[in-house]
């Protein structure tokens, strides 16, 4: 791939280039669909620290998504807790995190979905090969094949 032509395969490039650019459409039509409410259990927790980043992530783990949280919120949640959480329609980011016992809301708020808007414009960027007339550059095809893969990632999180 890497010593390969890759201008013989522009228009299959061209055409698989749609699966990311759905995926980043459907990221960003994320901010105007309404949020999923989710009946859940905290099934574990899991604090992880990265001394290359010195950064400590807390984790909690429902019985049918996961995500990333404050440590406040980390620290108010127990195995076992009865809660609703408030997510993305497609990606299930939790937003917000209802404790059903008090009724205490909180928000999640670790900069995730941030993080899904950048990869949905990066996920975008293959369109502007279909307005390219001739052919691509070996370098804007494997630019192109990298993000059409990595998108393979978010669209398998979407699908599950």
């Known amino acids: 791939m890497f010593g390969l032509n890759l201008s013989k395969y522009n228009k299959h490039i061209k ?12 990221t960003i039509s994320e901010s105007f ?11 574990s ?7 290359k980043f010195d950064r400590t992530t807390y984790n909690i783990y429902f ?26 329609y497609f990606h299930e980011e939790t937003s917000k ?3 059903k016992e008090s009724g205490k809301i909180y928000e999640n708020s670790t900069g995730e979905a941030y993080i899904q808007y950048i990869f949905a414009v990066i996920f975008l960027l293959p369109a502007l090969s279909w307005i390219k007339k001739r052919s691509l550059s070996n370098k804007q095809s494997k630019y192109i094949i ?10 398998y999180r979407i699908l599950k």
Do not use: H
């Open 63 to 88: 019985e049918n998504n996961n995500d990333q949280f404050t440590k406040e919120i980390f620290n108010d949640f127990e195995v076992g807790d009865n809660v609703t959480l408030t997510t993305s």
């Open 33 to 43: 669909l309404p949020n999923k409410n989710i009946e859940t259990i905290v099934v």
């Open 97 to 99: 995190i209802t404790k």
């Open 45 to 51: 927790k899991k604090e992880s620290y990265r001394a």
């Open 146 to 155: 990298f993000i059409i893969l990595f998108s393979f990632t978010d669209l």
């Open 15 to 26: 055409v698989l280039s749609i699966i990311p650019v759905l995926i980043g459409l459907l």
